[in-house]
């Protein structure tokens, strides 16, 4: 199967954004030499969300809640979805209520394991659509939104540590999602140039059929979730020092690295 997406989200000023150099007051501390160290990290990324929502301006970073994206582009051909489509000036709401159930780190690699719950995403925007969906073909160009409700996203982040001045700090390569909703509403307005029952009927179809309409969608809604995470979280850790965060955090390649010097 060909699956592309193309997804622009904001611009990442690290040039000119200052790092923090003395701890923020969202941020909680904690340590891995402590056995609760799970549930403290749950707290302080619970933090961090809730503090992302209305944006960190200091560090050029907009607000996750709500979200505005310029553009999505989607190409995915072959299986249930083939689609050419557009998704400009979308608004996501929804993840400023994001309930953080898990929150792991790797002891060696620092890797993230994170488990989230969000009770409602809403992704709203003007379409370009041409394809199919569930073998459905659908043309149009118009307003549209879709709702996945009470979603469970497992989100595992890779990371790279690196030292800058008297600091470690977190690398952010890569982020991998998989999730469980429980629900899906959409509408596309517009569909086949504005002929109203051919648009209703398609759109209640669609809604009626929600659970493989969700599973086709799966890898376009996974690949916007990661996205997104990623780029804020790599504009979050760019510029928030990992010592903040654990507080005995340990650059093992610097440590090997002075090691083999001596």
Not at 160 to 176: P, Q, W
Not at 177 to 204: C, H, P, Q
Request: proline content about 5%.
């Amino acid at each position: 199967m060909q699956f592309k997406l193309l997804l622009v989200t904001f611009v990442l000023h690290y040039s000119s954004a200052e790092y923090y150099k003395t701890k923020p007051g969202f941020v909680k501390t904690c340590y891995k030499s402590d056995p609760e160290f799970d549930d403290c990290s749950k707290n302080a990324i619970q933090q961090l969300f809730t503090a992302l929502g209305s944006g960190l301006p200091e560090i050029d970073m907009v607000p996750l809640d709500p979200l505005k994206i310029p553009k999505i582009r989607i190409l995915q051909g072959d299986g249930p979805v083939n689609v050419n489509a557009a998704l400009d000036d979308v608004i996501v709401t929804g993840f400023g209520e994001t309930e953080v159930l898990l929150s792991q780190v790797d002891s060696k690699s620092y890797d993230f394991y994170t488990r989230v719950r969000v009770p409602k995403i809403r992704i709203e925007g003007t379409y370009d659509l041409k394809g199919k969906i569930l073998l459905i073909p659908l043309v149009g160009r118009g307003i549209c939104w879709f709702e996945p409700t009470n979603m469970t996203i497992d989100i595992v982040s890779d990371v790279k540590l690196y030292d800058k001045d008297e600091f470690v700090f977190f690398n952010i390569t890569g982020a991998h999602v998989k999730y469980t909703i429980g629900g899906l509403k959409l509408r596309m307005n517009n569909l086949f140039d504005g002929i109203s029952s051919l648009e209703d009927s398609t759109n209640a179809y669609l809604n009626a059929n929600w659970r493989p309409v969700s599973e086709s969608l799966r890898p376009i809604l996974s690949k916007t979730i990661e996205d997104i995470l990623l780029g804020f979280m790599q504009q979050l850790f760019h510029n928030l020092p990992g010592n903040f965060l654990i507080g005995d955090i340990k650059n093992n390649a610097v440590v090997k690295k002075a090691d083999k010097k001596v």
